[in-house]
């Protein structure tokens, strides 16, 4: 597990890259838009692309964790061993909608491949978005399977 989570704090580290860039990136747009008239051709563009692949690399480390949202509502009385097998149980329904998600996606980066679809402004080919998101959707699934199958141990720290 240690393995996983060293790659999912790597995923969360090139997540924050991703959103830094963004962030300058828009700041310097708007700023020579709103000064001197300069703008950078295909901003929204590289926005939607870049915030497209920093969501999944960050689900990774929300699951390994444990930070993605958890509705106790109705297990607050229950057993400690009941909503243990209740969070194992909902680390595996996880980990089969990554899995579906990764091979959906997968499907879709081939097919943008092969269709060699691109954005409109920029002409940015569209599959290197889905190339992005792939490892860090699989990663999330075999995170959620491995807590699914072992429970979860010790929290993680961020």
Known sequence: MRVLEMLAKLCAILAGVLLTFITLMT???LIGRNTTGWTLVGDFELTGVATGAAIALFLPWAQATR??????????RARPETNAALDRLGALLLALAMGLMTWRTTLGGLNSWETQTTTMMLGWPEWTVYAAMVPALLLTALIA?????RGFGPEVQA
């Not at 399977?145 to 199958?149: D, E, N, P, R, W």
Request: proline content about 0%; glycine content about 0%.
């Open 27 to 29: 700041c310097a747009s």
């Open 67 to 76: 930070a993605n949202i958890i509705v106790d509502f109705f297990t607050t």
């Open 145 to 149: 399977l491995v807590q699914a199958l």
